[in-house]
């Protein structure tokens, strides 16, 4: 909590929705949190700050989260709002910021729906312009619903914070007991899948294997593996197969808490679920955590004690947010060549766009030129927030000659507050950090005179002056 201590914390909406939620009075959670109604009252109407012995009492009594509280309310849901409202759609609608932040605050239920709606619109207008509706099996009840299963599990994943205790606990348990000094992880999943559920591990030919990198046969109760994925790659794959077959009730349950979505969806987030249970027994939480903490938080050094690849343990920094061992709030995203964005999780309130690629001045597109090398980069984005990010290219597997080799990127960030705690931020002068200015991408960034716009914002009228040539091809008016 020293992060927040210094400002105060208006969290009204948030403290009387918890209040509904638990169907009290004013005057029973007075009483619980120990001050009086009229103060509770106060708190509620956001005339009165949420002290820190409330917090205290709040996680006391409901168990909440305080950072719940300290975090700016409806700060990711402002972002994805104003991402609906530069859709040409609402070109004539001029909302004011301050009512979006407004409603995220008193009615985010409201603008979930809002949100859902706008994704499955979205999502039929790009079917229908790829003509995917044609064809598509009417009798379906799901067959013209337009709701992208992808971003259901996204929205899942960013509702949960990429956090998964349960999950956590069932593969750190199950990494303890595991007799892994005498081979390693690797072989220890391999003996503990033939003696524990009669499954065969096996490593195959590239003639083989094709293009499937894993391929479990059920009949013959064999998982093989294709010969070009790298030792982390094998692991993952063990240890991914071991969560399947050893703790699907608990993926199950899991994921019918997270809620109920159509059969793509399900059948998406269970392997989310079971990658994430993957991660967790190659990098134990606490082991993990501790890890971490004293190598101020470098990857590659991690990667090289847990046998793991960059991006493995970059994801996994994403999932930090136990309450007694909490990491950095990391987000990591992943691009190609191309800026189009593969992978995005966030442990924290990173702005990431809904569609679209990421800012060109944001140096993770430059790993591509610096291949295997580790770029460090503070920016700031539209909104005056700061924050520090690594970059660097990663390869998933082997390429055979002639075949297409996929080219990724991989960043990992956090806000700057929170840099000091990286190895990688030491020589950073966090007084003057000289943050580059991004944005989102082009259509949701205000900035002017920028010479990489690809763009105009949509929220901004075009300035068309013949006379004038500026650095940016798209000039527009400001507000």
Not at 8 to 15: C, H
Request: include cysteine.
């Amino acid at each position: 909590m020293a992060d927040a201590a210094p400002r105060k914390i208006f969290a009204g909406p948030r403290l009387k929705r918890l209040r509904r939620e638990r169907r009290l009075t004013q005057a029973r959670m007075a009483d619980e949190l120990d001050v009086s109604p009229s103060y509770l009252n106060l708190m509620e109407s956001n005339q009165r700050p949420i002290t820190v012995q409330v917090l205290i009492r709040l996680a006391d009594v409901y168990g909440v989260d305080p950072r719940d509280f300290m975090e700016i309310e409806g700060e990711q849901s402002v972002g994805d709002v104003e991402q609906i409202l530069a859709d040409p759609l609402f070109r004539d609608a001029a909302v004011p910021r301050a009512e979006v932040r407004d409603a995220a605050e008193n009615s985010p239920a409201l603008l979930a729906a809002m949100l859902k709606l706008y994704r499955a619109y979205s999502n039929a207008r790009e079917a229908s312009e790829a003509g995917v509706f044609s064809s598509a099996d009417r009798d379906r009840p799901d067959a013209a619903s337009g709701e992208n299963p992808i971003d259901k599990v996204r929205a899942i994943l960013h509702d949960a914070r990429n956090h998964f205790p349960e999950i956590d606990g069932a593969a750190e348990n199950f990494a303890a007991a595991l007799p892994v000094e005498a081979h390693g992880l690797y072989a220890a999943l391999v003996d503990h899948l033939r003696a524990r559920h009669a499954i065969r591990v096996r490593a195959l030919p590239l003639e083989v294997m094709g293009d499937r990198l894993r391929w479990y046969d059920h009949h013959r109760k064999q998982l093989m593996i294709s010969e070009i994925m790298d030792q982390p790659g094998r692991c993952f794959q063990a240890a991914y197969q071991l969560g399947l077959a050893e703790f699907s009730g608990l993926l199950n349950d899991t994921a019918a808490r997270l809620g109920q979505t159509d059969e793509v969806a399900r059948k998406l987030l269970r392997v989310t679920l079971a990658n994430y249970f993957a991660a967790a027994v190659m990098m134990p939480y606490s082991q993990f955590h501790e890890a971490a903490e004293l190598t101020g938080y470098d990857v590659e050094v991690l990667a090289a004690r847990f046998s793991a690849s960059f991006e493995q343990v970059a994801h996994r920094l994403t999932t930090l947010s136990r309450q007694s061992a909490r990491g950095i709030p990391f987000f990591m995203l992943r691009v190609d060549i191309a800026g189009n964005v593969s992978k995005r999780f966030s442990s924290g309130r990173f702005p990431f766009a809904n569609s679209g690629g990421t800012c060109p001045l944001w140096n993770i597109h430059a790993s591509f030129a610096n291949p295997g090398r580790i770029l460090t980069q503070a920016i700031e984005l539209t909104d005056g927030s700061q924050w520090f990010s690594i970059a660097r290219t990663v390869r998933r597997s082997l390429a055979p000659w002639g075949a297409i080799e996929p080219r990724f990127a991989v960043a990992l960030g956090c806000e700057l507050k929170f840099a000091r705690r990286l190895v990688y931020a030491r020589k950073l002068d966090f007084d003057n950090p000289e943050a580059t200015p991004i944005g989102v991408h082009c259509r949701l960034c205000d900035r002017q005179n920028c010479p990489q716009r690809a763009a105009p914002p949509a929220l901004r009228a075009l300035h068309v002056d013949e006379l004038t040539r500026n650095v940016s091809p798209f000039p527009f008016k400001d507000v």
